[in-house]
């Protein structure tokens, strides 16, 4: 959604699809090494704000894109200009894993589920997760941008669109299918074991969502001066 509002994708809208279905959701966050010396999120903060060329922040992803934003928007928040950041943008997010694991980056932005199997080896400390309240369960132990004075959440939803074509009765079959899907225990064991959390939301609700989210991004990208 992002990139759509950039135009990256051409003539292409989110108006040119119908959403049918959310079924999941991710986080954004932002990560170190387990000795870091960046306790917190406000300690990295500090050192960019001290010396923007000092903290390296590696991603998965170009410039503009979601990894980048929401480094960018951290940094706006803390009266950092984005432009002097450090970033090095990489294939994947496994290269940008290996890149801070190799200490060639001091931080990584990218999605939660990305790094919960270098939890449990204590390779990694999240710093703070881009959700609206904590995690659940043993995940709630990390703490949450907004708790720690930022104002930043960034959801990343997992869902379906059909082509605009597609009749009204086959819209409303895939959108029964799969609220009846969200509610069956199969489906949520699959979406736990992928380490995605709760967000279920078919239909209108859905496509009335998609749009005030792009509209919200378009908006951040204009202020970054990436899109018109």
Do not use: C
């Not at 803390?78 to 894993?97: H, L, Q, W």
Request: net charge neutral; charged share 25%; aromatic share 10%.
């Amino acid at each position: 959604m992002l990139i759509d509002t950039q135009g990256k994708f051409g003539r292409y809208t989110v108006d040119d699809v119908r959403w049918v279905a959310a079924v999941a959701t991710d986080y954004g966050m932002i990560a170190v090494r387990h000795d870091a010396p960046y306790q917190n999120l406000k300690a990295l903060v500090d050192a960019m704000q001290t010396d923007p060329s000092s903290v390296v922040i590696g991603a998965g992803a170009s410039i503009g894109s979601q990894d980048w934003m929401k480094v960018a928007m951290l940094a706006k928040q803390a009266g950092i200009d984005p432009r002097k950041m450090r970033y090095v943008a990489f294939e994947g997010g496994g290269e940008s894993v290996t890149a801070l694991m190799g200490n060639h980056v001091q931080a990584i932005s990218g999605d939660f589920s990305e790094i919960i199997p270098y939890l449990s080896s204590n390779k990694m400390r999240v710093l703070a997760v881009f959700a609206k309240t904590r995690l659940p369960g043993e995940l709630g132990a990390i703490p949450t941008a907004k708790e720690q004075g930022y104002d930043l959440e960034w959801p990343v939803i997992r869902g379906f669109y059909l082509g605009p074509k597609v009749s009204e009765a086959d819209y409303q079959w895939w959108k029964q299918t799969f609220d009846k899907l969200l509610q069956s225990d199969r489906f949520k064991a699959q979406r736990d074991q992928r380490a995605l959390f709760e967000f279920n939301l078919t239909g209108q609700p859905l496509d009335e969502y998609v749009k005030a989210q792009v509209a919200e991004y378009r908006q951040q990208a204009r202020a970054f001066g990436l899109a018109k």
